[in-house]
């Protein structure tokens, strides 16, 4: 993978502004021709910089109406127990996201479930019958924003 130039970082920051973009519109704003940019755009997604595009839901209108961060605490943390928690946390469909982090706890476990009942009993069940787990503690989520863009660094020097 080479590295990001100036127009590559452009095409980045107007397509995380609308993955939707058309092609035509794409090279308009950032100045190239459009078999340029689609060859660019083409190239940043082999590269695994463009990773997908994806449709942003309602989580109410999908049936969420609470969402958790439940800090984990492995029992040891060894390479063996990482990766049997993370592989089973990651086949929970409850789970938003997953970090792996540093200090008291060792994860940080994004969840979405439908009311506090539901979140009760995945916790209960998913988690505090690891044997791997030594410590949980559940926060309740009353808002949650996201940037819609990354910041990007990824320029090379006397592009």
């Known amino acids: ?31 190239i021709a459009p ?15 463009l990773r997908g595009f994806h449709a942003e839901l309602d989580p109410k209108a999908v049936g969420i109406g609470l969402q958790a961060m439940v800090a984990v605490r492995l029992s040891r943390h060894s390479k063996g127990l990482v990766d049997t928690f993370r ?29 506090s009942d539901h979140l009760r009993n995945l916790v209960l069940t998913a988690f505090t019958t690891r044997e791997e787990v030594a410590h949980l503690e559940t926060s309740l989520i009353f808002e949650r924003v996201v940037s819609e863009e990354l910041p990007i660094y990824g320029v090379q020097e006397g592009s």
């Open 87 to 115: 592989q089973h946390v990651l086949g929970l469909a409850e789970v938003i996201s997953l970090y792996h982090t540093a200090g008291t706890n060792d994860f940080l476990v994004h969840v979405a479930v439908r009311d």
């Open 35 to 49: 078999s340029t940019c689609l060859q660019r755009v083409r190239r940043l997604y082999d590269d695994r910089v």
């Open 1 to 31: 993978m080479r590295g990001l130039d100036r127009t590559d970082c452009e095409i980045l920051r107007a397509l995380q502004k609308n993955a939707r973009l058309p092609n035509n519109e794409l090279a308009r704003r950032v100045g």
